[in-house]
Protein backbone atom coordinates (compact mmCIF):
# COMPACT_ATOMS: atom_id res chain seq x y z
CA UNK A 1 0.00 0.00 0.00
CA UNK A 2 0.69 3.37 -0.73
CA UNK A 3 3.08 5.06 2.56
CA UNK A 4 2.44 8.60 4.26
CA UNK A 5 5.10 10.08 6.77
CA UNK A 6 5.00 12.37 9.34
CA UNK A 7 7.38 14.63 11.04
CA UNK A 8 7.98 14.96 13.88
CA UNK A 9 5.98 11.91 15.11
CA UNK A 10 6.12 13.77 18.87
CA UNK A 11 6.92 17.41 20.13
CA UNK A 12 6.33 19.44 23.21
CA UNK A 13 6.32 23.61 23.07
CA UNK A 14 5.59 26.33 25.44
CA UNK A 15 2.39 27.84 25.66
CA UNK A 16 2.67 31.06 22.96
CA UNK A 17 4.87 28.84 20.12
CA UNK A 18 4.32 28.00 16.66
CA UNK A 19 4.75 24.46 15.74
CA UNK A 20 5.07 23.00 12.17
CA UNK A 21 3.82 19.48 11.49
CA UNK A 22 4.85 17.86 7.98
CA UNK A 23 3.18 15.06 6.13
CA UNK A 24 4.85 13.69 2.87
CA UNK A 25 3.45 10.89 0.65
CA UNK A 26 6.40 8.89 -0.13
CA UNK A 27 5.78 6.78 -3.06
CA UNK A 28 2.37 8.86 -5.37
CA UNK A 29 1.27 12.26 -5.77
CA UNK A 30 -1.28 13.08 -3.61
CA UNK A 31 -4.10 15.32 -5.33
CA UNK A 32 -5.94 15.79 -1.87
CA UNK A 33 -4.51 15.85 1.80
CA UNK A 34 -6.23 15.94 5.00
CA UNK A 35 -5.56 16.99 8.57
CA UNK A 36 -7.27 15.16 11.55
CA UNK A 37 -7.48 15.73 14.92
CA UNK A 38 -7.38 12.53 17.63
CA UNK A 39 -8.35 12.81 21.33
CA UNK A 40 -8.26 10.02 23.87
CA UNK A 41 -10.38 7.15 23.11
CA UNK A 42 -12.18 8.97 20.35
CA UNK A 43 -12.18 8.82 16.56
CA UNK A 44 -10.69 10.65 14.31
CA UNK A 45 -12.19 14.47 13.58
CA UNK A 46 -11.08 16.28 10.56
CA UNK A 47 -10.15 19.41 10.62
CA UNK A 48 -9.23 20.36 6.94
CA UNK A 49 -9.11 19.08 3.51
CA UNK A 50 -6.61 20.63 1.25
CA UNK A 51 -5.76 20.33 -2.62
CA UNK A 52 -2.34 20.94 -4.02
CA UNK A 53 -1.87 24.77 -4.93
CA UNK A 54 -5.44 25.57 -3.53
CA UNK A 55 -6.52 26.88 -0.25
CA UNK A 56 -7.45 24.57 2.70
CA UNK A 57 -10.65 24.08 3.20
CA UNK A 58 -12.04 23.86 7.25
CA UNK A 59 -14.48 22.01 9.29
CA UNK A 60 -17.03 24.15 11.24
CA UNK A 61 -15.39 25.22 14.13
CA UNK A 62 -11.67 24.42 13.33
CA UNK A 63 -9.94 28.19 13.51
CA UNK A 64 -8.31 28.66 10.12
CA UNK A 65 -6.09 31.47 11.70
CA UNK A 66 -4.87 28.89 14.47
CA UNK A 67 -4.19 26.24 12.09
CA UNK A 68 -2.19 27.08 9.13
CA UNK A 69 -1.95 24.32 6.53
CA UNK A 70 -0.20 24.54 3.64
CA UNK A 71 -0.10 21.96 0.33
CA UNK A 72 2.65 23.64 -1.89
CA UNK A 73 3.67 19.99 -3.67
CA UNK A 74 2.25 16.93 -4.58
CA UNK A 75 4.00 15.59 -1.89
CA UNK A 76 4.35 17.77 0.93
CA UNK A 77 1.52 19.58 3.34
CA UNK A 78 2.36 21.10 6.69
CA UNK A 79 0.14 21.87 9.50
CA UNK A 80 1.55 25.03 11.72
CA UNK A 81 -0.17 25.21 15.35
CA UNK A 82 -0.20 29.22 15.77
CA UNK A 83 0.46 30.66 19.48
CA UNK A 84 -0.23 27.31 20.95
CA UNK A 85 -1.87 26.52 24.17
CA UNK A 86 -2.36 23.69 26.66
CA UNK A 87 -5.82 22.80 25.02
CA UNK A 88 -3.95 22.42 21.55
CA UNK A 89 -2.36 19.50 22.88
CA UNK A 90 -3.66 16.33 20.95
CA UNK A 91 -3.09 13.15 18.51
CA UNK A 92 -2.75 14.80 14.87
CA UNK A 93 -3.20 12.74 11.90
CA UNK A 94 -2.23 13.52 8.12
CA UNK A 95 -3.83 11.23 5.45
CA UNK A 96 -3.73 11.70 1.71
CA UNK A 97 -5.43 10.30 -1.52
CA UNK A 98 -4.38 10.68 -4.87
CA UNK A 99 -7.41 10.81 -6.49
CA UNK A 100 -11.27 11.98 -5.87
CA UNK A 101 -12.06 8.09 -5.89
CA UNK A 102 -9.03 6.37 -4.29
CA UNK A 103 -8.87 5.26 -1.38
CA UNK A 104 -7.30 7.29 1.56
CA UNK A 105 -4.30 6.33 3.81
CA UNK A 106 -3.01 7.52 7.09
CA UNK A 107 0.62 8.93 8.46
CA UNK A 108 1.34 7.49 11.94
CA UNK A 109 0.50 10.68 13.64
CA UNK A 110 2.49 13.45 15.67
CA UNK A 111 1.53 13.92 19.18
CA UNK A 112 1.66 17.65 20.26
CA UNK A 113 1.89 18.09 23.76
CA UNK A 114 1.63 21.89 25.09
CA UNK A 115 2.92 23.09 28.50
CA UNK B 1 -27.71 13.07 7.59
CA UNK B 2 -24.71 10.13 6.72
CA UNK B 3 -23.99 8.57 9.74
CA UNK B 4 -21.32 5.72 10.94
CA UNK B 5 -22.04 3.60 13.97
CA UNK B 6 -20.03 0.67 15.25
CA UNK B 7 -20.75 -2.24 17.62
CA UNK B 8 -19.78 -3.27 20.01
CA UNK B 9 -17.51 -0.19 21.45
CA UNK B 10 -15.17 -3.19 23.01
CA UNK B 11 -15.18 -6.67 22.36
CA UNK B 12 -12.88 -9.13 24.28
CA UNK B 13 -12.19 -13.07 23.16
CA UNK B 14 -9.74 -15.40 23.51
CA UNK B 15 -7.43 -16.74 20.99
CA UNK B 16 -9.14 -18.74 18.69
CA UNK B 17 -12.54 -17.17 18.93
CA UNK B 18 -13.80 -16.06 16.26
CA UNK B 19 -16.59 -13.46 15.90
CA UNK B 20 -17.75 -10.23 14.44
CA UNK B 21 -17.29 -6.18 13.99
CA UNK B 22 -20.73 -4.55 13.21
CA UNK B 23 -20.61 -1.17 10.91
CA UNK B 24 -24.36 0.23 10.02
CA UNK B 25 -24.59 3.04 8.29
CA UNK B 26 -26.88 5.21 6.88
CA UNK B 27 -25.33 7.33 3.48
CA UNK B 28 -27.22 9.75 0.72
CA UNK B 29 -25.45 7.31 -1.74
CA UNK B 30 -22.37 5.48 -0.54
CA UNK B 31 -19.35 5.77 -3.11
CA UNK B 32 -17.45 3.25 -0.72
CA UNK B 33 -16.98 1.53 2.76
CA UNK B 34 -13.53 1.40 4.52
CA UNK B 35 -11.83 -0.57 6.84
CA UNK B 36 -8.90 0.55 8.89
CA UNK B 37 -6.98 -0.58 11.87
CA UNK B 38 -5.41 1.71 14.53
CA UNK B 39 -3.09 0.72 17.17
CA UNK B 40 -2.62 2.77 20.14
CA UNK B 41 -0.39 5.97 19.56
CA UNK B 42 -0.30 4.68 15.58
CA UNK B 43 -2.52 6.29 12.71
CA UNK B 44 -4.93 4.28 11.30
CA UNK B 45 -3.79 1.13 8.61
CA UNK B 46 -5.86 0.95 5.21
CA UNK B 47 -7.59 -2.70 5.55
CA UNK B 48 -10.16 -2.95 2.70
CA UNK B 49 -12.33 -1.04 0.44
CA UNK B 50 -16.16 -2.21 -0.34
CA UNK B 51 -17.90 -0.71 -3.00
CA UNK B 52 -21.34 -2.53 -3.73
CA UNK B 53 -23.87 -4.80 -1.52
CA UNK B 54 -22.50 -8.56 -1.75
CA UNK B 55 -18.63 -7.53 -2.15
CA UNK B 56 -16.16 -9.20 0.19
CA UNK B 57 -12.63 -9.15 0.36
CA UNK B 58 -10.48 -11.11 2.50
CA UNK B 59 -7.37 -10.53 4.05
CA UNK B 60 -5.50 -13.47 6.42
CA UNK B 61 -7.42 -13.73 9.06
CA UNK B 62 -9.93 -10.93 7.79
CA UNK B 63 -12.68 -11.30 5.84
CA UNK B 64 -15.47 -7.97 5.16
CA UNK B 65 -18.73 -8.02 3.90
CA UNK B 66 -21.48 -5.50 2.68
CA UNK B 67 -25.11 -5.20 2.40
CA UNK B 68 -27.12 -2.07 1.62
CA UNK B 69 -27.10 -0.82 5.45
CA UNK B 70 -24.09 -2.16 7.00
CA UNK B 71 -21.01 -4.41 6.77
CA UNK B 72 -19.45 -6.76 8.81
CA UNK B 73 -15.40 -7.49 9.84
CA UNK B 74 -15.21 -11.16 10.25
CA UNK B 75 -12.15 -12.45 12.50
CA UNK B 76 -11.97 -15.98 12.22
CA UNK B 77 -9.85 -17.49 15.01
CA UNK B 78 -7.96 -14.31 16.29
CA UNK B 79 -4.78 -14.15 17.54
CA UNK B 80 -3.10 -11.54 20.22
CA UNK B 81 -1.91 -9.36 17.70
CA UNK B 82 -5.19 -8.95 15.99
CA UNK B 83 -5.77 -6.54 19.38
CA UNK B 84 -6.40 -3.00 18.10
CA UNK B 85 -9.24 -0.44 17.42
CA UNK B 86 -10.81 -1.16 13.62
CA UNK B 87 -12.59 2.05 12.34
CA UNK B 88 -15.48 1.37 9.57
CA UNK B 89 -15.50 4.94 7.47
CA UNK B 90 -18.23 5.71 4.01
CA UNK B 91 -17.46 7.87 1.56
CA UNK B 92 -20.66 9.26 0.27
CA UNK B 93 -21.12 10.11 -3.59
CA UNK B 94 -23.03 13.21 -2.84
CA UNK B 95 -20.55 14.45 0.24
CA UNK B 96 -19.02 17.41 -1.87
CA UNK B 97 -16.44 17.54 -3.85
CA UNK B 98 -13.80 16.67 -1.17
CA UNK B 99 -15.47 12.95 -0.64
CA UNK B 100 -14.35 13.27 2.61
CA UNK B 101 -14.40 10.33 4.84
CA UNK B 102 -17.32 9.81 7.57
CA UNK B 103 -15.38 7.88 10.49
CA UNK B 104 -17.31 5.60 13.17
CA UNK B 105 -15.90 5.41 16.36
CA UNK B 106 -14.47 1.96 16.47
CA UNK B 107 -14.90 -1.28 17.61
CA UNK B 108 -11.34 -1.64 20.39
CA UNK B 109 -10.63 -5.67 19.92
CA UNK B 110 -8.90 -7.33 22.76
CA UNK B 111 -7.51 -11.19 22.53
CA UNK B 112 -6.04 -12.84 24.92
CA UNK B 113 -3.76 -15.97 24.65
Known amino acids: GAVVSQHPSWVICKSGTSVKIECRSL??????MFWYRQFPKQSLMLMAT?????????EQGVEKDKFLINHASLTLSTLTVTSAHPEDSSFYIC???????????FGPGTRLTVT | EDQVTQSPEALRLQEGESSSLNCSYT??????LFWYRQDPGKGPEFLFT???AGEEKEKERLKATLTKKESFLHITAPKPEDSATYLC??????????????FGKGTKLSVKP
Open chain 2, 89 to 102: AVQAVYGGSQGNLI
Open chain 2, 50 to 52: LYS
Open chain 1, 50 to 58: SNEGSKATY
Open chain 2, 27 to 32: VSGLRG
Open chain 1, 95 to 105: SARDSHFSEQY
Open chain 1, 27 to 32: DFQATT
